[in-house]
């Protein structure tokens, strides 16, 4: 009997503990994550704020001066999955990559009409 009265009182003190600890919290906003390590992360987040479009790892390449390589493109690419995964980018097609919320509803690079083509119209 003493022993659960014991344990009981142990609940009790780690409950007010809890709760005072969750008064500390902001639960109306969750904590936003931080960028990954890495000027790369940083680089490409610059570029979405310079473009205020949607892009692809292609476009990322053109944008950073990297060779249009496979292992560059990839390597775009995977980092941009990873932050579409944390939050930071919204993938809005497959291999198309956005900044979540409202953009201007521009066509990426590889969509655009060509301007000779707009000519002949």
């Known amino acids: 009997m003493r022993e659960a009265q014991a344990e009981r009182e142990a609940l009790a003190t780690t409950a007010k503990t809890v709760r005072a600890m969750a008064a500390d919290l902001d639960l109306e906003r969750p904590p936003t994550p931080a960028l990954p390590d890495g000027?790369?992360?940083?680089?490409?987040?610059?570029?979405?704020?310079?473009?205020?479009r949607p892009l692809r790892a292609r476009d990322l390449c053109l944008?950073?001066?990297?060779?249009?390589?496979?292992?560059?493109?990839?390597?775009?690419?995977a980092?941009?999955?990873?932050?579409v995964s944390l939050?930071?980018?919204?993938?809005t097609e497959p291999?198309?990559?956005?900044?979540?919320?409202p953009q201007a509803p521009t066509a990426?690079?590889?969509?655009?009409p060509d301007p000779a083509q707009r000519a002949k119209r």
């Open 39 to 52: 000027a790369a992360y940083q680089q490409i987040m610059d570029v979405f704020e310079h473009e205020r």
């Open 63 to 77: 944008a950073l001066d990297l060779p249009l390589m496979p292992k560059h493109v990839e390597g775009i690419r």
């Open 79 to 83: 980092k941009l999955k990873r932050l």
């Open 87 to 91: 939050g930071f980018l919204d993938e």
């Open 95 to 101: 291999g198309l990559f956005a900044q979540p919320g």
């Open 108 to 112: 990426p690079a590889d969509q655009r």
